[in-house]
């Protein structure tokens, strides 16, 4: 995050606006020990560094208890990100946690276990031939991915003597913004195809097809959106790119953004085609510290070989002891949390990650038929429907869902992913309900539930969203459910309404101060480019 120096003469004069100022008696600048007697005989500046040391336990216990007012991970509903390791994990992550994974001569052992993981999750994705590294999480590999199809267009097209200086790169208006900001960050043309009910919010493969030039680098397919964890058709968008190829003899490639469905579809999904099964899929990345269940650091993206990684990406390095290559945004990095995904691969092998996943699933989908049943909401998210069913008009019985758990009935594939709305016929009737404000609520319940626009040409359209990790169980669901529909209840009973964001969005003169002035760079236009 993007955060502005701030001067603490400053931050005394804008603390010096709160109203709590009267009744402070120190001002915002300073740490007020809590333990100040036990510990410490003087305070701590905030915003710049201590004159003098301080005690070990006095400087734990004043970052402690400052964090314990963060939210609970268990019940942090919006995230993908992994947050619980089985304690044996945690033993080895910090064991190995001063090892720095860019030393490759000093710690061979590790280097080996890289290696290994690299062909585990090559194999995994139907690979023999792929050649890959680790990275900091996707938002990293998918620069990587992307800086490589660039490099080969460019250099195919001067081979040719034709110009290279405008390329672009397809996507759908879904796309996270890691997408787009290989587009900015790389100058490169970012082509939004708009999404809709009909491409079940996600990339429509023939409107793709039709945005494709010979200046197309690549087009970006992602297996489970953020907004609604469908899965985008990576095997239709490859047959369109193969009669585009066929027709007009542009040879586009596919990058796969798996970065959560990566872990998921090989476990559950195994009949998908979407990998390195199809020779138009040349890339793919995926986050390890998201359904591959380790903790937030480390991320992989894999090429199906190494003709499709250019040569002057890589960097040959000596300095540090021995000839090593590299190909990374980040050069230091921790190799803990690498290490931990091995654990995983190790400790869970397929039949450990194929549990977790459809007991993430299923969770998923009777989170699903609770929310349809409850009368509030239709489920826009599909994955709990029959293969082939889609759209919140069409309503999963209980019979359904019963032989989806019990393998008799296939599902739409996609994320343990709840995206849901309030029924129309439910505003009709309490037009002083926002929507927004059931999160807001939930939060008096410790829950974190986002609302938030669908993607560009359907953002009328706001959705709560529930991502079920492993660490939500079927109790935490029932409770979940009880607690959404307090809030809705308490909301509807409410006959004046009332704005209970306006209690979140209070004036912090010491958050605004870290702010930078200029505004955030340019939002795209519905449907347009980034």
């Known amino acids: 995050m993007l955060h502005k120096h701030v001067d603490s003469e400053e931050i005394v004069k804008r603390a010096k606006q709160s109203p709590i100022h009267q009744f402070a008696g ?26 003098q040391s301080t005690e070990a336990q006095a400087a734990y216990q004043l970052i402690h208890d400052e964090l314990e007012l963060d939210g609970r991970p268990s019940m942090n509903l919006a995230s993908f990100v992994h947050t619980w390791m089985e304690p044996e994990a945690e033993k080895l992550i910090m064991e190995n946690i001063g090892k720095n994974l860019a030393d490759q001569d000093e710690y061979p052992a590790t280097m080996k276990i890289h290696a290994r993981c690299v062909s585990i999750i090559g194999d995994m994705w139907k690979s023999k031939g792929a050649v890959g590294t680790s ?51 790389f100058d490169v043309e970012c082509r939004t195809v708009p999404v809709s ?128 290559q590299t190909y990374t945004l980040n050069f230091s990095r921790p190799a803990c949390f690498m290490i931990g995904q091995y654990y995983n691969f190790v400790r869970l092998g397929k039949q450990g990650y194929t549990s977790v996943i459809q007991n993430d699933l299923a969770n998923a989908k009777l989170l699903s038929l609770a929310l349809e049943q409850t009368g509030y909401f239709d489920v826009v998210s599909d994955m709990h429907r029959p293969k082939g069913v889609f759209g919140f008009e069409r309503k ?19 994320l343990p992913v709840v995206a849901f709305k309030l029924t129309d016929d439910f505003k009709r009737e309490n037009p002083q309900v926002r929507q927004s404000s059931v999160s807001t609520l939930l939060r008096a319940r410790s829950w974190i539930v986002p609302n938030y626009p669908l993607p560009a040409d359907e953002e009328s359209v706001q959705i709560l969203r529930i991502v079920v990790r492993e660490s939500l169980s079927q109790d935490l669901v029932e409770r979940v459910v009880a607690d959404i529909v307090w809030a809705v209840e308490t909301l509807a009973a409410s006959e004046n309404g009332f704005d209970i964001d306006s209690l979140v969005k209070k004036h912090d003169p010491v958050a605004d101060a870290h702010k930078l002035q200029h505004d955030a760079g340019d939002k795209r236009a519905p449907g347009g480019r980034c």
């Not at 600048?29 to 004159?51: F, T, W």
């Not at 490099?151 to 003597?161: L, N, P, S, T, V």
Request: charged letters at 25%.
């Open 26 to 51: 120190k001002a915002k600048n300073v740490h007020a020990l809590a333990y100040g007697s036990r510990y410490a005989s003087q305070d701590i500046p905030k915003y710049k560094m201590p004159d």
């Open 135 to 185: 990275t900091i999480g996707s938002s990293e590999a998918i620069q990587l991915g992307g800086l490589a199809m660039k490099k080969r267009w460019q250099a195919k097209r001067q081979a040719e003597g034709k110009d290279a200086s405008r390329p672009n790169v397809v996507m759908g208006s879904n796309a996270q913004v890691a997408l787009e900001k290989f587009a900015r960050y």
């Open 197 to 324: 009910a009909e491409s079940h919010h996600c990339l429509d493969t023939k409107k793709a097809a039709e945005v494709c030039d010979e200046n197309t680098i690549g087009v970006y397919v992602i297996l489970g959106s953020t907004y609604t964890g469908h899965f985008e058709d990576v095997e239709a968008m490859s047959k369109e790119l193969d009669r585009i190829q066929q027709e007009k003899g542009w040879d586009i490639p596919i990058h796969v953004d798996a970065a959560s469905g990566g872990f998921v579809a090989p476990f559950v999904f195994p009949k998908l085609k979407w990998d390195f099964e199809l020779q138009r899929v040349k890339s793919i990345n995926t986050s390890g510290h998201k359904f591959g269940l380790a903790y937030a650091g480390i991320g992989w993206v894999l090429w199906r070989s190494e003709e499709y990684l250019p040569k002057e990406l890589v960097f040959t390095l000596s300095y540090l002891g021995s000839e090593e």
């Open 396 to 414: 999963t019985g209980l019979e359904a869902i019963k032989e989806s758990l019990q393998g008799i009935t296939e599902s739409n594939p996609g």
